[in-house]
């Protein structure tokens, strides 16, 4: 059974400051989703990464895959604080168009 | 851009009743999901559809069922609501050549 773990699960940091989050499942799987939630509101697709070795870069968001160590890292450069929100990444088992969750990760970004 | 649609943002119900959650798709997406999202819970598959009246069960089908009788539109049933069903409702749905799961603005259920 696919399990997906956070890590931190909740985050305050400085803006300006840099930081990585990270991501890990329990079995093979080859997509590795990052989304954000804003209080509130919906789900938004951040990155989708398809491969090992993947690096997908957004503004001050970067995310990278390592499917043989089932880690996917989302890293924040000079935070600011818009970016705060809660960030979820998901897996999916074996093909399978379900995807399972992590807990997500709520930053607040101060001033 | 994708839109999913979800009927109602807001309900109230009372422990009992039978309640309908709708949700529309307008990218012609072969799959489609009911997530519910509790606080430190995350996101939980309650079902899904990757068809035309084909459904599978998530990991916490029970007390809920599912309809798919068109494409586009994929329905959330509590055939009698119970307080532990108060939450967040999300749809999806996702298909095409694109691996993206798109989410609906949720359904948030208070069951009294």
């Known amino acids: 059974e696919l399990k997906v773990e956070q890590n931190p699960l909740f985050l305050s940091m400085q803006e300006g400051k840099n930081y990585t989050i990270y991501c890990n499942y329990s079995?093979?799987?080859?997509?590795l989703y990052w989304y954000r939630q804003d209080p509130g509101k919906s789900l938004e697709s951040l990155f989708v990464?398809?491969?090992?070795?993947a690096v997908k870069q957004e503004g001050r968001l970067m995310a990278s895959l390592d499917t043989k160590a089932r880690l996917s890292t989302l890293h924040i450069t000079a935070a600011v604080h818009d970016l705060s929100a809660t960030y979820f990444c998901?897996?999916?088992?074996?093909?399978?168009?379900?995807?399972?969750f992590g807990k997500g990760m709520k930053l607040t970004v101060n001033p | 851009d994708v839109k999913v649609t979800q009927s109602s943002r807001y309900l109230v119900k009372r422990t009992g009743e039978k309640v309908f959650l709708e949700c529309v798709q307008d990218?012609?997406?072969?799959?489609m999901f009911w997530y519910r999202q509790d606080p430190g819970l995350g996101l939980r598959l309650i079902y899904f559809s990757y068809d035309v009246k084909m459904k599978e069960k998530g990991d916490i089908p029970e007390g809920y069922s599912v309809s798919r009788e068109k494409k586009e539109r994929f329905s959330l049933i509590l055939e009698s609501a119970s307080t532990n069903q108060t939450s967040m409702y999300l749809c999806a749905s996702s298909g095409g050549t694109g691996w993206e799961l798109f989410f609906g603005e949720g359904s948030r259920l208070t069951v009294l």
């Open positions: 998901a897996s999916s088992q074996g093909g399978s168009e379900k995807l399972v």
């Open positions: 990464l398809l491969s090992n070795g």
């Open positions: 990218m012609d997406h072969e799959n």
């Open positions: 079995t093979t799987s080859d997509r």
